[in-house]
């Protein structure tokens, strides 16, 4: 990551376990593109495009949208991150993270490290109720959107422990401080990357 090599990262957590707000901070900190596949849905869906049409379906009933309808929207953006990337909100299943990485490991564009932001279940009900968003602030939404994570995203956790380096930090602590737990870890990982 040093001697001017680009940063590609991944952010894995539930909803509600900061996964935006990490990202931004990081994306700042080290000249990052932020990438938020939750982002370009909604904008989809708040322009009515035909792609926003299909997935706001999916979103309301708080489903994952098919890898189809995310990959082809996806690709653009991180081929455009010279720089490198923060990943937020995908890949969210070994399926799709296994489909992305034969898309881009042969333009060099994988995910180099994959932070997983672990936060304790009644903390994230208490972020995601609070939020209060349109459809998303129901209970029963609330309980559906963290059992599809639970059952979903977290073998991600294995798939890219045994793929590239994976750290995970503990999320139910205040932004900065989580911030700054990743930012010592990546420190880290560039002293121990990087050529001697």
Do not use: C
């Amino acid at each position: 990551m040093s001697g001017g090599d680009e940063m590609r990262l991944l952010l894995i957590g539930a909803p509600g376990a900061g996964k935006g707000t990490q990202a931004d901070r990081l994306a700042e900190r080290f000249g990052l593109a932020h990438i938020s596949s939750g982002d370009l849905l909604r904008q989809h869906v708040r322009e009515g495009t035909a792609l926003g049409q299909q997935v706001k379906q999916y979103v309301d009933g708080g489903d994952l949208v098919p890898d189809s309808l995310v990959m082809a929207m996806l690709r653009k953006p991180v081929m455009a991150a010279t720089n490198g990337y923060v990943l937020d909100g995908f890949p969210r299943t070994v399926a799709q993270a296994e489909a992305s990485y034969a898309v881009v490991a042969p333009l060099g564009a994988e995910v180099q490290t994959a932070i997983h932001l672990d936060v304790s279940r009644e903390e994230l009900v208490r972020r995601l109720l609070a939020r209060g968003r349109g459809s998303d602030d129901t209970e029963a939404v609330v309980e559906h959107r963290l059992q599809v994570y639970q059952d979903n995203t977290v073998p991600l956790l294995e798939y890219y422990a045994s793929r590239e380096w994976l750290f995970t930090v503990d999320g139910d602590r205040p932004e900065d401080a989580v911030h700054e737990d990743i930012v010592s870890r990546l420190k880290k990982l560039d002293s121990f990357t990087a050529p001697i």
